[in-house]
């Protein structure tokens, strides 16, 4: 199927109605598309209406370890395929990624509720790992060399980790697969994914899109499932599992490290954050009123990269927070698929429910709204574009993550008070500093226990760059030139001069 190209909503519905028939619904299972073993399906929603779309397959246990066995039986063979043919592989699924660019992003928009521009950004920001990786695929670092005292010949290699369990969020459904998959398959790894409950129809048509890229039987397994656990527990007790590689709550990534220790799998864990966003007084206004929109607005606040608190100097805070306020009441709420539309609902109703209790919580003890504030009636889970000030630091919103539109605004008056109110937080995620002295910036930086900094920038992630989370945020980095290690072990074999 060729991608068509949408530029009105009556052609995005038409196009929507004829893809989700087409869309698998399946797991894939070592290169097969099957029902689940007991016939189980769960429904899939569109938030910004509440209807169901469409049912996917609820793989059970004995599903998980039939896609772990299909896994096993591939790894020798693909760990031993030459890593030019892995890239090639690569480049071929990022190419599929372009021709169907519009059918992903609009996959994306109808179960995760994202607007379609967003979701057109998230398929050449996630299609971007293939790329990335490919190039990486042909790097190899082995050394051979004489040990130092002379005894001994050395030869360092790096080898598949072997068979990986990959758990992704519903916030980046196409992003966080392509993050995960694109350095398994470079380095080697076979794989099993689980996609997350509420959006698992980009990655079933991604991982379609592998299997066209020539990608063998059994080298990647899908398994959506209505119970997590259902699928992880029997794969993380089984000893041929080697690796989990996690993204998600850091609550359920820690009971996944519990459970890791047992068979002592290699992790990496990309968990939650609670972003520090700060304004200095010498910041250019526009930009970091720019940064602050982009920061917390993209994806509609549903990232882990969001700006979760906002700390402004208080020699500029009313200037910023008018400026501020003017861009976040001209934010168009809608539907994503709806032209014009440029924040989408929140992705369930439960997740209102919590952005309201945050902001309820948040004007008891003292806060101001100077937006929004509330839910927005009719079907669908929206929430407005909300922004507060004068939030005290005990406030929910501020240890919190938000995951919703709501921008929480506080003051500072010294740097050391800056730093101090930033790194107050079990997270180290990502942060945003604004100022027009760059020194000033990167000095402030190597002050701040957070993995990601944007320097005047509210949106950072790049496929090139290291991703991934200091403190309670997690361990482990995705993307960059550290992404494909994450996937390799290190093999050292001596022998007498
Ligand atoms: P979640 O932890 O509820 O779910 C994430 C994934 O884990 C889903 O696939 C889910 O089905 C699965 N899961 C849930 N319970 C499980 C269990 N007991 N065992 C195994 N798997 C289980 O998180 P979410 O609500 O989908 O995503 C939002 C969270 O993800 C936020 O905290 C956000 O900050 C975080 N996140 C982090 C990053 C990052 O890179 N650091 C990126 C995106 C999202």
């Not at 029902?35 to 397959?57: H, K």
Request: hydrophobic share 45%; net charge negative.
């Amino acid at each position: 199927m060729t991608t068509v190209s949408t530029s009105s909503t009556s052609e995005r519905r038409e196009r929507a109605a004829e893809l989700l028939p087409a869309t698998p619904t399946g797991l894939l299972i070592g290169g097969t598309w099957r029902e689940a073993s007991d016939g189980g399906t769960f429904a899939v929603e569109n938030p910004a209406t509440g209807e169901t779309l469409t049912r996917v397959a609820s793989a059970t246990g004995d599903d998980a370890r039939a896609a772990l066995d299909a896994a096993a039986a591939a790894q020798a063979s693909w760990g031993a395929t030459p890593a030019r043919e892995r890239a090639e592989i690569l480049r071929r699924a990022f190419a599929l990624v372009q021709e169907r660019r519009e059918d992903l992003a609009l996959l994306m928009t109808l179960e995760m509720g994202k607007p379609l521009a967003e979701a057109r950004g998230e398929v050449t920001y996630g299609g971007e790992f293939l790329r990335w990786f490919a190039e990486q695929a042909t790097h190899d670092d082995s050394r051979y060399a004489h040990t130092p005292e002379g005894s001994l010949r050395m030869l360092v290699q790096r080898r598949p980790v072997g068979p990986c369990l990959l758990i992704t969020p519903w916030n980046f459904p196409l992003a966080m697969a392509t993050r995960k998959v694109a350095p398994a398959v470079a380095a080697g790894c076979t794989m099993v994914l689980k996609p997350a409950r509420l959006t698992p129809l980009t990655s079933l048509l991604f991982a379609q899109l592998m299997v066209e890229a020539g990608l063998p039987d059994g080298v990647l397994n899908v398994v959506p499932s209505a119970s997590a656990s259902a699928v992880s527990e029997p794969l993380m007790a089984d000893p041929r599992l080697r690796k989990v590689s996690f993204t998600g709550s850091t609550p359920v990534g820690q009971n996944l490290l519990r459970s890791a220790a047992d068979n002592v799998l290699r992790t990496s864990m990309e968990l939650g954050g609670n972003a520090p966003l700060v304004v200095f007084e010498d910041a250019d206004l526009d930009v970091a009123v720019d940064g602050a929109m982009a920061a917390k607005l993209r994806n509609g606040g549903e990232a882990c990269t969001a700006a979760n608190r906002f700390y402004v100097h208080e020699s500029v805070a009313d200037e910023f927070v008018e400026r501020f306020a003017e861009r976040m009441r001209a934010v168009v709420v809608g539907d994503g698929l709806d032209e014009g539309t440029t924040l989408g609902p929140l992705v369930e109703a439960k997740a209102v429910d919590s952005v309201a209790a945050l902001v309820d919580d948040a004007v008891a003890r003292g806060a101001k709204v100077v937006v929004g504030g509330s839910r927005v009636d009719g079907p669908g889970h929206f929430y407005q574009p909300t922004l507060l000030r004068d939030v005290p630091a005990d406030a929910r919103c501020m240890t919190e993550e938000i995951f919703g539109p709501v921008a929480p605004v506080a003051t500072f008056s010294t740097e050391d008070e800056a730093a101090r109110l930033a790194n107050s937080t079990e997270y180290g995620l990502a942060s945003y500093v604004f100022t027009a002295d760059v020194r000033r910036g990167l000095a402030f930086a190597e002050r701040l226990e957070f993995g990601l900094l944007g320097l005047n920038a509210g949106v950072i992630s790049n496929a090139a760059a290291p991703f991934g989370g200091m403190k309670q945020s997690g361990s482990g980095r995705e993307g960059g030139f550290e992404g494909i290690a994450e996937y390799q072990e290190t093999q050292y074999v001596g022998m007498p001069l």
